[in-house]
């Protein structure tokens, strides 16, 4: 194992930090000044000022008054690390058990050490998501982003559905509790009521306090119209005998795939059928197959209940 | 790259890494990956399905052998192998694991996939429930995307009739563009009718239409695209729609046979197979 | 931006996968979502097409029966006397059987001997081929044959019928709170019929923390081969009050509670395991369960009778003879005016005390450790070799021997059944823990675990019943 990096790699590091907070800093129209990005990256003024110098050198940078910009060659090296970065996370939050909350700090480290071609192929492998775990948008390999187009939370009409876009990852003590209530990008819900103490939230069948501190952390756009106004429920929620039409799948990569390879697309219908001696998991029944699954995993699936009309009682 | 002087070599699970010499000329790839010894057969067989479709019932039934068949699923976790004999011909038949789809990648979906594409069997039978072929019939499709020698064996109809399910299996087979042959493998009904089936499909007196997925909307572009892409750079290919949808997909394996020349050996003329290498340099 | 190509007749690969990431990057849509969604839609046209429902859906048999085994009221009751029943038939069945073959093997046996020594053969050859390589062969068939060759079909027909998947369904609630997959469940019950295909089983887990839990718990359900033990010491010293069909019922319900132990077990390393070293989140599960099928009975009768018979026979040969041969040696070389066998049972007596056994039973397991479900014949060998005075033509005299002979109690019988159950794997199923792991480490914590675990139970039962001073 290697105890200390070297002075190269720090380097690397450093640049590649320097130019992705530029880049972020630079769209989201926030400070770009030498005394910010030496805060945001924990450098004291003698550093800040050589690695910018550095960063000007290799034409990366220019100035411009105060400010700084990154020339074209230096934003796409800064989408490049992004790009690393988020596909990194999206691979962790698909196809390992590590939680969600954790992904950030993998990722932190490990976009400074994968190679293009690495990047590329990960991509490919994971199916070219578009997203990260968070709702970002994941550059492409030609280093084109889609603008996020979002609203914040806190300036969403009540009334119409929306659908989360993104969730800040940082600091990771809200962002845990933003995921404990089930508010994952891709997420539809329906602001109720807003009030000093935070909004008033409906998502996935439950209505619940989000409190204020939080609301700032997420993002929205609005819904495409097949979620609208259509009440969607986890499946866990059907009683035996119910039936219910899958709307979406939350889960992500393998899970989902094998979700959909048992023929869970929307539109299924889906029956429970009866609960184990425990109560605990439940068989369903699902193109004609009788499937069982945990609890964890009916809440990755949404529904719609459908009502039986002619009249057999619950 | 230049595949056609790797050495071809019997895999570990024959006896020794001799080269093959005159083994077979058409499929050096099926014989280097799967380790099957085409002296012996005239040809081969390979057996899908879903999980509990009664593949391995059917397996014994054709050879003979007395596979156990368990019920639960995923009990055949690797390739059992067999052989039978029809009118002087001598078949060899792989029962591959039992699978809902070709598309996820675990490995008993890639075991039964790359046998299906890279083991080039001359007839691919797929084993349906009949008592729920909507479910089945998506693997169905599937494997009719990399092979069009499948015939489809409508497994359990005495069970089917017995639940009032009435299945019309000639209009299946109209629209599926394959025969489609019902069966009742656990009492040994339907057997000599997909014995002729497989012959007839070997022989190649059967020809096929199969029935095509992503024909239309947004997808088809993109596939069609992609597809005339591929059968001009290696004519002859079998399964370039097939190919093109798992690019689209992302498919690392397929990406990397592309990327290495292996997809070249799929083209059945060797002439034209080099004259594609050369480009790839 | 993704220039389209310009018409070519011939590509490069590299032309096709650029093409294939452009045209990826375009579409609004998850290309992978809409081709499955696409596959289901034709299926189910093509399904509608050719499909029609004569009258309401019948509700099958298996339906309603799921309805019984999963109910709360029902289930538990029902999958213990159906596994109790399973034992049951075993016992009450193997009983005579085993007798027969004993006597059968061992006057053909004696026929033989009394040949050899007509005919003027040295001692030493009699006595290793006939009381020695044969000796360990017929008890091998005797006691392992009958038993094995009932339980084995009644499995493989649960097994057919679609009874394991359920088995699994209804327990999975214990294994997630284990933090173990919900197939392990599955890969449990397969262990029931042989180890080794338990282990090969588990490769029906994905996630390979979870998978390797399986692994290396699967041995804690007895398998067919150490039902033959269980059963005979059940019978032996459980049940030994007792006469006719109270004996069977009470010795099954024995195995049903060592059966039931070993379940606990599973569920409790499981536990252990996945809070310490193979730590990690549950990964997603689905099972499915497959209809019922009918199976076909005289053939699995047939098949497994015959695998099974030829099984016992290769075992018998390959390992018990062996160990026959070895355990002859041990009795009649003698060292400073006392056997092998003498000098090597007294060296492990007092570890074999202090875990509520004795000398012997270690010696005879650590001869039989190529393959250590015969070590209940194996012990019984170093015994009657011990002391030739006793001539084990009878089960009754077996119980004399031992009971009578060799001081054995309750104690000695429960602990030698807790051992049985928990040591380590035979030698078949570590090797197959090997091939299936690829890991010398693992397949070592496979091995020593159990074995460590064996020790420390029956070390903490029998100190624990002797300062009650109940032995």
Do not use: E, K, N, R
């Given at each position: 194992m290697m105890l200390f990096r070297s002075r190269k790699e720090t380097r690397r590091i450093q640049v590649e930090d320097a130019l992705k907070h530029i880049y972020n800093h630079q769209y989201a129209n926030e400070c770009t000044r030498q005394d910010c990005l030496a805060q945001a990256l924990g450098l004291n003024s003698r550093e800040i000022g050589r690695l910018l110098k550095e960063l000007q050198e290799k034409e990366l940078l220019e100035i411009q008054g105060e400010n700084f910009k990154l020339t074209p060659a230096g934003e796409e090296w800064a989408l490049q690390v992004i790009r690393a970065h988020r596909l990194w996370e999206r691979f962790l939050a698909d196809e390992t058990d590590i939680p969600l909350h954790k992904v950030h700090g993998h990722a932190e480290k490990r976009e400074h050490k994968m190679t293009r071609e690495e990047v590329d192929l990960l991509d490919a492998q994971l199916g070219y998501p578009q997203h990260d775990p968070h709702g970002d948008p994941i550059p492409s390999a030609r280093h084109e982003m889609e603008p996020p187009a979002t609203t914040p939370l806190l300036q969403w009409k009540e009334g119409t559905t929306a659908l989360i876009s993104h969730v800040e990852d940082e600091p990771a003590e809200k962002f845990s509790r933003i995921i404990a209530l089930g508010?994952?990008?891709?997420t539809p819900l329906n602001v109720i009521d807003s009030g000093p103490e935070g909004l008033l939230i409906q998502s996935a069948g439950r209505k619940f306090r989000l409190p204020t501190e939080l609301v700032g952390n997420i993002s929205v756009k609005p819904a495409p119209e097949t979620l609208q106004e259509i009440p969607a429920e986890p499946l866990s929620i059907l009683n035996t005998g119910e039936k219910g039409k899958i709307l979406y799948l939350k889960s992500q990569g393998l899970t989902r795939r094998r979700f959909m390879d048992l023929g869970m697309v929307p539109g299924t219908l889906i029956e429970v059928l009866m609960p184990s001696l425990f109560g605990e998991p439940k068989a369903y029944r699902i193109r004609g197959t009788t499937i069982a699954l945990r609890k964890e995993q009916a809440n990755q699936i949404f529904i719609q209940k459908i009502k039986e009309s002619n009249g057999t009682p619950k | 790259m230049e595949p056609q002087n790797k050495q071809i070599k019997v895999s570990s699970q024959q006896k020794a890494e001799e080269p093959i010499s005159s083994a077979c000329e058409r499929c050096p790839l099926a014989v280097q990956r799967f380790g099957i010894d085409l002296e012996k057969w005239d040809y081969i067989v390979a057996l899908a399905g879903n999980p509990n479709t009664g593949k391995s019932t059917l397996f014994n039934a054709l050879t003979g052998l007395r596979q156990h068949t368990g019920n639960w699923p995923g009990k055949t976790v690797a390739r059992a192998e067999g052989g039978f004999g029809y009118q002087d011909k001598k078949y060899k038949i792989v029962d591959l694991p039992g699978t809902y789809s070709l598309l996820s990648a675990s490995v008993d979906e890639e075991i039964a996939r790359d046998f299906i594409l890279f083991g080039k069997p001359d007839c691919t039978l797929v084993v349906v429930d009949s008592t729920c072929l909507e479910r089945n019939l998506n693997l169905v499709l599937q494997v009719m995307e990399i092979t069009d020698k499948v015939v489809v064996v409508a497994n359990l109809m005495d069970e089917a009739r017995r639940r009032g399910i009435e299945v019309n299996y000639r209009r299946l087979g109209e629209n599926l563009g394959v025969p489609v042959i019902p069966a009742a493998a656990a009492k040994g009904e339907g057997i000599s009718e997909i014995l002729k089936a497989i012959h007839d499909m070997v022989m190649g007196t059967t020809h096929t239409t199969p029935h095509r997925i992503a024909s239309e909307g947004p997808l088809k572009e993109a596939v069609d695209e992609l597809t005339d892409m591929i059968e001009k750079t290696y004519p002859g290919i079998p399964n370039a729609r097939w190919i093109a949808m798992r690019l689209l997909d992302g498919d690392q394996k397929v990406r990397e046979t592309l990327a290495n020349g292996?997809?070249?050996?799929?083209?059945?003329?060797q002439v034209k197979t080099r004259e594609s290498v050369d480009l790839d340099v | 931006m993704d220039q389209k190509q310009p018409p070519k007749s011939k590509y490069t690969p590299q032309d096709i996968l650029n093409r294939a990431d452009a045209l990826q990057r375009q579409m609004e849509f998850s290309f992978r979502d809409s081709i499955i969604q696409s596959t289901y839609a034709e299926a189910e046209k093509l399904s509608k097409d050719a499909v029609r429902q004569k009258g309401d859906a019948l509700q099958t048999w298996g339906d309603r029966f799921d309805r019984i085994i999963t109910n709360p009221f029902t289930g538990l009751p029902l999958m213990g006397l159906g596994l109790a029943t399973v034992i049951w038939i075993t016992i009450a069945g193997a009983n005579y059987p085993s007798q027969w073959i004993f006597n059968f093997l061992f006057w053909l046996g004696d026929l033989a001997k009394n040949l050899f020594v007509m005919m003027g053969a040295p001692w030493w050859l009699t006595g290793f081929i006939w009381d020695g390589v044969y000796r360990g062969l017929a008890w091998v068939v005797a006691v392992m044959l009958p038993p094995m060759a009932i339980f084995f079909p009644m499995f493989t027909i649960l097994e057919d019928l679609g009874f394991l998947p359920r088995i699994s369904f209804n327990m999975d609630w214990l294994f997630k709170i284990a933090g173990a997959h919900g197939k392990q469940a599955l890969t449990m019950t397969m262990g029931f019929g042989c180890n080794a295909a338990g282990v090969t089983a588990c490769r029906i887990i994905d996630s390979p923390r979870e998978r390797l839990i399986a692994i290396l718990t699967n041995n804690f359900v007895p398998c067919n081969g150490r039902f033959p033990t269980l059963i005979m010491l059940a019978t032996l010293f459980v049940a030994a009050g007792f006469q006719g069909l109270a004996s069977s019922l009470i010795a099954a319900g024995a195995v049903v509670l060592v059966v039931m132990i070993g379940v606990m077990f599973t569920l409790l390393v499981s536990a252990l395991l996945s809070r310490t070293v193979l730590k990690g989140e549950p990964s997603s599960f689905s099972l499915e369960l497959p209809p019922y099928r009918k199976p076909d009975i005289i053939r699995i009768f047939y098949t497994s009778t015959v695998e099974r018979t030829l099984f016992v026979l290769w075992r018998a040969i390959t390992m018990a003879a062996p160990c026959g041969g070895i355990i002859w040696l041990f009795s009649n070389l003698h060292i400073s005016g006392k056997s092998l066998s003498l000098w090597a049972s007294q060296a492990l007596q007092p570890l074999g005390h202090a875990i509520g056994l004795d000398g012997v039973i270690l010696l005879a397991y650590i001869i039989a450790i190529p393959a250590n479900e015969i070590v209940v014949p194996t012990i019984l060998m170093v015994y009657s070799n011990a002391d030739k005075m006793v001539d084990l033509a009878t089960m009754d005299q077996l119980k004399a021997l031992l009971i009578d002979q060799q001081g054995w109690t309750l104690l000695t019988a429960i602990n030698l059944m807790l051992f049985s159950l928990l040591h380590n794997p035979c030698s078949t199923a570590i090797w197959t823990i090997y091939s299936e792991t690829k890991s010398l480490k693992w397949t070592v914590v496979g091995t020593l675990m159990p074995l460590s675990i064996a020790f420390l139970v029956t070390f903490i039962v029998a100190q624990s019943l002797r300062v009650l001073g109940w032995f």
């Open positions: 508010l994952l990008p891709g | 292996d997809l070249a050996q799929l083209t059945q003329g | -």
